[in-house]
């Protein structure tokens, strides 16, 4: 394994898109996304979903890699949730079928979503649901920095029909809280954990990462143990992706605090085994669930699904963001909004969609992005007459080293090849490999 580790551990993308974000040609206008929208809900069946990105936080953790603005001014809040409402006011006069057809999922990240006050995100959503019809199955759920979090905020959005919540945990020892600038003791997680659960929240989602500064295996054990204490639905234990180059904060880190490629594998595994024997469902790549969760229902019925937020059990044609730097999907495009806040809000107060770029997708496009879907939901694919012989040449050393195999036109990963999915899936992203990259632009897959 230690072998594999090095001869593996190269810059891919996540895959929770296809093209990935590099890859995009930007030929997108807003006209022309408006129109996309337009299409995937033709149907009056149709059902979409909803994100909103709040990039506020009160503090900066050093492992993070998401799009924020790092402030106490609370401020803040009151016209951000104004430019919200801007926004969602100005798609509901372009695509009236917003208003007609049902939302099935609703998902607030960041950031930190409960920067918000109870009291503006009562606005945000008294305002929104006048306009909106939930689905029958509808869900809707929210990432918490716990450290930020009160009762009466989740009070609030119990109100408004959420369900399903998620921690930022990341690590609960203290010697990596102090050095990724999290203090949060095992009481203050317990404790939102509890009100949540008090409140009616269906599913509790925690958040580690993995590969942080001076993670030990013993300190990996315990983190892992105090998480099953709690007993979570959901789990994500994500790979730690030192990307400093875009985002230098990352860069406070010494490399000798960082557990190279084998030993950040051992602290994946050292948590795999203890959630497993706790009675934890595998989901995909980094992913664990209850039996009783959506997660493992999806896997098992073969709904499992993944997009820009991970692996979920809710499928829809359109994904809608909302929000500085959101980006929304559909089957025909991607578009991102403005990423620097003022821009973000000029666009809006001028009466335009804040789109900053988009990818329209080719032919080709749509039938590699749904290979690769079902490749890290199902770990097999079937392959293209043309593709066979590539493949081969390809996956050559992983399908000698034992982590992947073609039976025909199926291309499996083992249990073995499972740690090396992202490497074998970059076969299918035919732009990364004309892009040959000079510069490194992904996370190592490790």
């Known amino acids: 394994m230690k072998e594999l580790l090095a001869k593996y551990d190269v810059p891919v993308p996540r895959y929770t898109s296809y093209p990935t974000v590099p890859a995009w040609d930007q030929n997108l206008e807003t006209a022309q996304w408006l129109e996309h929208i337009r299409h995937s809900l033709e ?32 401020k803040l809040e009151d016209p951000y949730v104004e430019h919200l409402l801007k926004e969602w006011s100005l798609y509901l006069e372009a695509v009236p079928d917003l208003g007609r057809r049902r939302l099935r999922h609703l998902h607030l990240g960041g950031g930190t979503p409960t920067f918000l006050s109870e009291s503006n995100l009562d606005k945000l959503f008294s305002q929104m649901f006048k306009n909106i019809i939930r689905d029958d199955n509808w869900e809707a759920s929210i990432e918490v920095d716990p450290r930020r979090t009160t009762k009466e905020q989740l009070a609030v959005l119990k109100k408004f029909g959420f369900n399903r919540i998620s921690l930022g945990v990341q690590d609960f020892d203290p010697e990596v809280q102090r050095l990724v600038n999290r203090h949060q003791p095992f009481e203050i997680t317990k404790g939102i954990s509890d009100a949540a659960r008090g409140l009616g929240f269906d599913s509790v989602n925690f958040d580690l990462i993995y590969g942080l500064a001076k993670q030990t295996p ?8 105090q998480t099953i204490a709690l007993k979570p639905d959901r789990i994500a234990l994500y790979s730690f992706a030192l990307v400093p180059w875009i985002k230098p904060a990352q860069r406070l ?5 960082l557990p190279k490629s084998e030993e950040k594998r051992r602290l994946y595994e050292i948590a795999r085994e203890a959630f497993l024997a706790a009675g934890y469902i595998e989901i995909g790549m980094d992913h664990f669930a209850l039996p009783t969760d959506g997660l493992a229902k999806a896997m098992r019925e073969g709904g499992l699904h993944r997009n820009f937020m991970g692996y979920t059990d809710q499928r829809t044609e359109l994904l809608l963001a909302l929000g500085v730097s959101g980006i929304s999907e559909t089957p025909e495009s991607f578009h991102q909004n403005e990423k620097v806040l003022p821009k973000y809000e000029q666009l809006l107060d001028s009466g335009k969609v804040p789109t900053l770029k988009g990818h329209v997708h080719t032919e080709t496009d749509r039938r590699r992005r749904a290979q690769i879907l079902k490749f ?20 050559a050393e992983m ?23 992202r490497n ?8 990364l490999r004309e892009m040959k990259p000079q510069s490194q632009i992904f996370s190592k897959s490790i």
């Not at 709040?54 to 890699?65: H, N, Q, R």
């Not at 013993?218 to 143990?225: C, L, P």
């Not at 880190?253 to 605090?257: A, G, P, S, T, Y």
């Not at 036109?409 to 999915?421: C, M, Q, S, V």
Request: a negative charge; aromatic letters at 12%.
């Open 218 to 225: 013993e300190s990996m054990q315990k983190t892992a143990e």
């Open 43 to 74: 149907n009056e069946n149709a059902s979409w979903s909803m994100y909103f990105h709040v990039p506020f936080c009160e503090s900066l953790c050093t492992f993070c890699g998401c799009n924020n603005i790092i402030t106490k001014n609370h």
């Open 399 to 421: 399908v000698k080293d034992g982590l992947a195999v073609r039976d025909g036109r199926t291309l499996k990963i083992t249990e073995e090849g499972k740690p090396f999915l």
């Open 253 to 257: 880190f010494k490399d000798e605090d």
């Open 376 to 395: 890290v939901t199902e770990f097999e694919v079937e392959l293209e007459e043309g593709q066979i012989a590539d493949v081969d040449q390809f996956l």
């Open 424 to 431: 074998a899936c970059a076969f299918f992203d035919e732009r």
